[in-house]
Nanobody, 128 residues
Framework: QVRLVESGGASVQAGGSLRLSCTAA???????????LGWFRQAPGKEREGVAA???????TYADSVKGRFTIPQDNAGNTLYLQMNSLNPEDTAMYYC???????????????????WGQGTQVTVSS
């Protein structure tokens, strides 16, 4: 019911910034307010971890490791969710994924198994 496409990943120097985009395509046009989105990442040899999520009321949740550096801008346009990443460090290197699930089921959760739909990911590499 939901197709997600991420973009914006790149290789940057430590201290730099990137803005990731996640464009959602819904099978039914009125699904926009039904699904909520989140950002996750997975580094080689590590488990997938939640980074940031937004609830139906636009409240946001962030992992402790990115608080103060990553934000979901409030100027999200239509079916596109952004992730603004500042003060990047090498520990942020990972494949970043966008995910979606029914809002009432996740309510801004950062637990990956609670999300139903996933994009293919976009690679972020931060060099020191």
């Amino acid at each position: 019911q939901v197709r997600l496409v991420e973009s914006g990943g790149a290789s940057v120097q430590a201290g730099g910034s990137l803005r990731l985009s996640c464009t959602a395509a819904y099978k039914y046009s009125d699904s926009y307010n039904t699904f909520c989105l989140g950002w996750f990442r997975q580094a080689p040899g590590k488990e997938r971890e939640g980074v940031a999520a937004i609830d139906h009321d636009d409240s946001t949740t962030y992992a402790d490791s990115v608080k103060g550096r990553f934000t979901i801008p409030q100027d999200n346009a239509g079916n596109t969710l952004y992730l603004q990443m500042n003060s990047l460090n090498p520990e942020d290197t990972a494949m970043y994924y966008c995910a979606a699930a029914f809002c009432r089921a996740i309510r801004g959760s950062l637990i990956s198994r609670e999300y139903t739909y996933w994009g293919q990911g976009t690679q972020v590499t931060v060099s020191s």
